[in-house]
């Protein structure tokens, strides 16, 4: 079980996150769900060692994975940023490669480059994979990312709004993926998202975050409900079950929580919500 | 699924042979341009005689082949290498396709260092106090724009612009120099500005030899890291690297390998910004080929410009800077319109 | 043949000199009927200025040397900021208000002088500081006073200016005695002894249309640069080492020899280039004949010294009884008012004089 308990974050004085507490068992999927600058992806950067936190604790079954070795974590624990630059790109392949770095010093072993391979095959990437990584579309982006934090052989996946930027099929086949790793190789994953339905659809459990505090945790369907999402997102909205599933309709901005929150700006949120 | 999986292999397996090619190849062009340096210039010795006077003394040949053709062309090898190899070190660790020692106030240092070294001990026999000198300033330059990014949380735009800052203040000091320093003083500062390799004998060249190359081996070791530090810091430390310790140490390797370039040469520019670009216009940014690749390049560049400028107005001696900049700016600008890879 | 020619040559040049100082004169007596003067600086031009000149700012150690030599420092009210390197040989003339380099004169400095003049080298500094004087009425008279051929001419043009025509006529007839002497036991030379004469910078030699070359010409020797079309051209050691000169000299560009005790300074210079690898392949570093000198004695109004070095390293038999010091004195004391001392050039002259 990856666990952190009572992570406080603080940058230049300001409260950014506050007595979280979030955990993922092996083969779970949890979404950290939350409006923007509740702290999700400050969350994950925190859990995976990339920010230390000013108070708090990780631990990686059972161990203390704050004072691990950098390149111990990266063995147990990968994390999938939510973007990235690409001013020196390299190759696909050699992109991909590089989630093997962990476990060599500078020359692949005939495994690493077969486990590229594979997963290239998989991912249906053949096609690209001598391309340099500045001349793929962003979904063929997100895709070759997966498969680097894929390739690093971690128990534990953290992924930072995996589906940011893909159009539906991709979305679709992304979060497919990563349920499928969960589900067939027993591999837990904590992911920020954005979409309530996609959370809802492929998690076991949700943590809604708001203002850098744990609003509420459950089910999807103890999360996903009309009040909390007024009293978290600001908008009216009806949640219904279709074909088994959790589904959010978003009506309008709620008027009391505009007056409540003047920084809150509702025509962004009226705008992300309609788009679900 | 197995075919698949050949053909990914086979491609991949191409292309690092490709990569190989092209470093073997430019290691032939490499020795070739340096043949042809050691065969041409002023004296008007031939091929003939420099074969005979590599295996046995004739007297004066010998001493021209041995003595100055030999080691220009070594220093010229070095010098290109190591303002190649510090340039895609400042690029890649910046993140900022302008970097190399020059632009980043490195070179400028070092230079003040030289030249104060040169002013407070004097000419002569003073190697290892230009040396010295060129490399404490560089450090020190690469310390303050470090220690100022990191105040500021490593950003590679406020490195560049403190890079660019302490350029001037260090080309200002130099110039502060000139104009009070006596006549002598000036003039020596004038021949360190041109950028020289006339100076250069046996002792510098083993001194220099180890300042650039002894580095090399520990920044090619790294060579994944870069690969994913270009990534982004984030990327590299979910991947199990420590971008502040990396870039720390690799920014004071690069500074060193300017020290040792610049300290008995003089000014010789530009070729730590383009070296590294041709490299990667051609065969991509993966620092394992790349580092290696820029080096032998920038070598190529600098023996073939200072082969150039002493014998194309032979026995007149067109200074190393101008030339390098002559060969190196059209084909430079024919790599950017023909480039298939955008960076920047 | 050859050298026979340029012997020939040579004398030619100086007669076209006192020519061009004969035609100066002339010119200037025409106009010097009034309160104002009419001469040609060395730039060809034609300066009007007003007599009588009572107020001088001279912009380099040449002009001021020159103006020494014509017992007009007293006229002297503002001098170059680097005159304070060279106290002992200044004297009281290092006390004048300083107006800045003599590359990059302090405009306002100059002004605030009220001079009648400013005197500096045709090149430095530019033409801005004539733009920047006329509206004050200061003239701006250019002589350079470093180029052998055109030495005479403008310290007699000098002279005329500030009504001294006796002092340049004696300056003038001591350097043209000592020009001759050397000139006509040159002319006994059967094979001019090659030369390479190194610039204050490494590696930079002097060619036609440097003063360097001149003097060395002048002296009698074959500068191995003399075909090259750059007046200071960068040259390769190996080049060097191929034309394999008789002597090397190196202009040392110190310029304070008159406060020194030993000639260490010059003997330094003299070692690094000795030591320079391959060169013990030169016939001059291979029989010990390469020499240092002062700038102070290098072009200039006292090139003639300078000259008189070098003929006696270019051929020490031909010149067993030449005694430059002995001309230096003279120049130092009479012309220059003050006593003789300092070292001027690398040690090892007695050995080659022999």
């Not at chain 1, 679709?172 to 954005?194: F, N, P, Q, R, S």
Request: aromatic residues 10%.
């Amino acid at each position: 079980m990856l666990e952190a308990r009572g992570i406080f974050f603080e940058y230049n004085g300001n409260k950014v996150l506050a007595a979280v507490r979030a955990s993922v068992e092996k083969g779970g999927v949890v979404s950290i769900v939350g409006p923007n600058g509740a702290g999700k992806t400050t969350l994950l950067k925190c859990i995976s060692g990339i920010l230390k936190p000013t108070l708090g604790t990780v631990h990686l079954d059972g161990r203390d994975a704050l004072g691990m070795p950098r390149r111990e974590i990266a063995k147990q624990l990968a994390y999938m940023p939510q973007s990235m630059f690409f001013r020196f790109p390299g190759t696909v392949f050699d992109t991909i490669l590089s989630g093997r770095r962990p476990y060599f010093a500078w020359r692949p072993s005939l495994k690493d480059l077969e486990k590229v391979e594979t997963i290239i095959e998989e991912m249906e990437l053949s096609e690209l994979s001598m391309r340099d990584m500045d001349q793929l579309s962003s979904g063929q982006v997100q895709k070759v990312l997966l498969a680097r934090t894929m390739i690093q052989d971690t128990r534990y996946l953290l992924l930072d709004e995996p589906n940011s930027g893909l159009d539906l099929r991709h979305q679709m086949e992304l979060l497919e993926t990563v349920a499928a790793l969960a589900k067939g190789k027993g591999i837990g994953v904590m992911m920020a998202m954005h979409d309530l339905n996609l959370a809802a659809r492929f998690s076991d459990r949700i943590i809604l975050l708001h203002h850098g505090k744990i609003f509420s945790a459950g089910v999807p369907a103890e999360i996903v409900t009309p009040a909390k999402i007024r009293d978290v997102y600001g908008v009216e909205s009806i949640v219904t079950r279709d074909n088994g599933y959790l589904n959010v309709q978003v009506l309008c901005c709620s008027g009391e929580q505009e007056l409540d929150k003047p920084g809150r700006l509702p025509n962004r949120l009226s705008a992300s919500g309609r788009k679900n | 699924m197995s075919t698949g999986v050949e053909a990914v292999f086979i491609s991949y397996e191409a292309d690092i042979k490709r990569k190989i090619f092209f470093l073997v190849s430019l290691c032939l062009v490499l020795l070739t341009v340096m043949a042809i340096g050691l065969c041409v210039g002023a004296s008007g010795i031939g091929l003939g005689t420099v074969l005979a006077s590599l295996f046995k003394d004739t007297g004066r040949s010998f001493g021209i082949i041995w003595m100055l053709r030999f080691p220009r062309i070594l220093m010229a090898v070095l010098v290109g290498f190591g303002l190649g190899v510090a340039g895609t070190i400042f690029q890649v660790v910046l993140c900022n396709p302008l970097a190399s020692p020059f632009t980043l106030g490195v070179g400028s240092a070092a230079g003040f260092g030289a030249v104060t070294a040169i002013i407070f001990l004097g000419t002569g026999s003073l190697l290892y106090g230009v040396a010295g000198g060129a490399f404490l300033f560089s450090l020190l330059s690469a310390a303050v724009m470090i220690l100022i990014a990191k105040l500021k949380k490593a950003s590679s735009e406020t490195m560049i612009l403190s890079g660019i800052a302490l350029m001037f203040l260090f080309s200002s000091l130099t110039s502060l120099f000139q104009y009070t320093g006596t006549m002598q003083q000036v003039y020596e500062i004038v021949f360190w500005f041109f950028g020289s390799l006339s100076r250069v004998g046996w002792p510098e060249i083993g001194l220099a030899a180890v300042m650039i190359l002894a580095p090399f081996p520990l920044l090619l070791r790294s060579a994944w890291d870069f690969n994913l530090l270009a990534y982004g810091d984030e990327s590299a430390m979910a991947l199990g690297v420590n971008p502040d310790r990396l870039r720390i140490w690799s920014v004071a390797a690069a500074s060193l390998i300017t020290a040792g370039c610049i300290s008995f040469t003089g000014v010789i520019g530009f070729i730590g910004l383009v070296a590294p670009h041709i490299t990667r216009m051609i065969i991509g940014n993966d620092h394992r080929f790349l580092l290696a690749g820029s080096g032998l390049v920038g070598g190529i560049i600098l023996v073939a410009a200072d082969t150039a400028g002493r014998t194309l107005w032979t026995p007149l001696v067109i200074p190393i800077g101008i030339v390098t900049s002559f060969i190196g700016v059209p084909f430079f600008v024919f790599l950017l319109m023909k480039r298939t890879r955008e960076y920047w | 043949m050859i050298d026979m020619h340029t012997i020939v040559s040579q004398k030619r040049l100086l007669h076209f000199c006192r020519m061009l100082v004969a035609m100066s004169i002339l010119l200037q007596g025409k106009t010097a009927l009034g309160t104002s003067i009419t001469v040609l600086d060395s730039m060809g031009r034609k300066i009007e200025v007003s007599l009588p000149i009572k107020r001088i700012v001279a912009l380099n150690s040449d002009v001021l040397e020159v103006l020494r030599t014509l017992k007009a420092q007293d006229l002297v009210v503002g001098v170059f900021s680097e005159i304070v390197r060279n106290r002992d040989f200044w004297g009281d003339l290092a006390q004048k208000s300083r107006v800045g380099s003599w590359r990059e004169a302090n405009i306002e400095a100059i002004v605030a002088l009220h001079p009648d003049i400013v005197v500096a080298y045709s090149r430095n500094p530019g033409p801005e500081l004539e733009k920047k004087m006329a509206p004050f009425g200061v003239k701006v008279l250019r002589l350079d006073f470093y180029k052998e051929d055109t030495l005479e001419r403008e310290v007699m043009t000098m002279g005329r200016l500030l009504g001294r025509e006796k002092e340049a006529r004696r300056f003038c007839d001591w350097h043209k005695l000592h020009l001759d002497k050397l000139i006509k036991r040159l002319g006994l030379v059967k094979k001019r002894t090659s030369v390479y004469i190194e610039n204050y910078t490494d590696y930079h030699t002097v060619a036609p249309g440097s003063g360097g070359h001149d003097m060395c010409t002048l002296a009698g020797g074959r500068n191995i640069a003399s075909g090259f079309s750059i007046p200071y051209p960068r040259v390769t050691p190996e080049w060097v080492v191929s034309q394999n000169p008789d002597v090397i000299v190196k202009a040392a560009a110190w310029g304070g020899g008159y406060s020194l005790k030993t000639p260490a300074v010059f003997n330094r210079q003299k070692e690094e280039i000795m030591k320079r690898p391959a060169w013990q392949h030169i016939a001059a570093v291979a029989y010990g004949r390469v020499h240092v000198m002062d700038s102070a004695i290098w072009t200039g109004p006292r090139a003639i010294i300078g000259m008189a070095y070098l003929a006696r390293w270019f051929y020490p038999k031909l010149f067993p009884d030449l005694d430059p010091k002995a001309w230096h004195r003279e120049y130092i004391e009479i012309f220059q008012g003050i006593s003789y001392r300092g070292v001027y050039v690398s040690s090892g002259f007695q050995e080659t004089g022999k």
